[in-house]
T-cell receptor, first 112, second 112 residues
Framework: KAGVTQTPRYLIKTRGQQVTLSCSPI?????VSWYQQTPGQGLQFLFE???????NKGNFPGRFSGRQFSNSRSEMNVSTLELGDSALYLC???????????FGPGTRLTVL | AQRVTQPEKLLSVFKGAPVELKCNYS??????LFWYVQYSRQRLQLLLR??SRESIKGFTADLNKGETSFHLKKPFAQEEDSAMYYC??????????????FGQGTILTVHP
């Protein structure tokens, strides 16, 4: 089975721009979660989607948004980028009712 | 609010020595606890979860609800155990299947 894939792997943006990150879950997985990883804050939950519906949201500003498509692929968007948004963004997928989350390699976002 | 604390950022042991990575949690509901591991240049992966009560790669972890702890132990550390270890918590009830709260992580180094 192919693992979770994330594109792009690296991004460089400037302040004020917006960015869209993509995540393809493992085939058959319907839940996709997003996390932000930084040296200072560690791994922080952003949001979770299941069957195209946002089921949980972390404590992030409204500039962070996401969506899930009917094929379970998910995208997250960050608008009006700030320097502090520089981070590794991880996506994880899981089966419904199964807490084991399978992580992707991440997208490294650098905001200049 | 749920919280996971890993008091040690760094832990160094010699090969063959016992190792214990500490994890304490704060959660008012019924928790589901996990240990995730990230080896060098690899993606984050599940090591073990408390409900499975398995021993993976010689590691075990017991959930102590009285002390709200979920420490990870291995009697004889190996060099290949060197990695970053994260303790994580999920809500065992409700719909928060895809929301993991992570500790800050512990870097384990096993010296030859």
């Amino acid at each position: 089975k192919a693992g979770v894939t994330q594109t792009p792997r690296y991004l460089i943006k400037t302040r004020g721009q917006q960015v869209t990150l993509s995540c393809s879950p493992i085939s058959g997985h319907r839940s996709v979660s997003w996390y932000q990883q930084t040296p200072g804050q560690g791994l922080q939950f952003l949001f979770e989607y299941f069957s195209e519906t946002q089921r949980n949201k972390g404590n992030f500003p409204g500039r962070f948004s996401g969506r899930q498509f009917s094929n379970s692929r998910s995208e997250m968007n960050v608008s009006t980028l700030e320097l502090g948004d520089s981070a590794l963004y991880l996506c994880a997928s899981s089966l419904r009712g199964n807490y084991e989350q399978f992580f992707g390699p991440g997208t490294r976002l650098t905001v200049l | 609010a749920q919280r996971v604390t890993q008091p040690e950022k760094l832990l160094s042991v010699f090969k063959g020595a016992p190792v214990e990575l500490k994890c304490n949690y704060s959660y008012s509901g019924s928790p589901e606890l996990f240990w995730y591991v990230q080896y060098s240049r690899q993606r984050l992966q599940l090591l073990l979860r408390h409900i499975s009560r398995e021993s993976i790669k010689g590691f075990t972890a017991d959930l102590n609800k009285g002390e709200t702890s979920f420490h990870l132990k291995k009697p004889f550390a190996q060099e290949e155990d060197s990695a970053m270890y994260y303790c994580a918590l999920a809500n065992a009830g409700g719909t928060s299947y895809g929301k993991l709260t992570f500790g800050q992580g512990t870097i384990l180094t096993v010296h030859p």
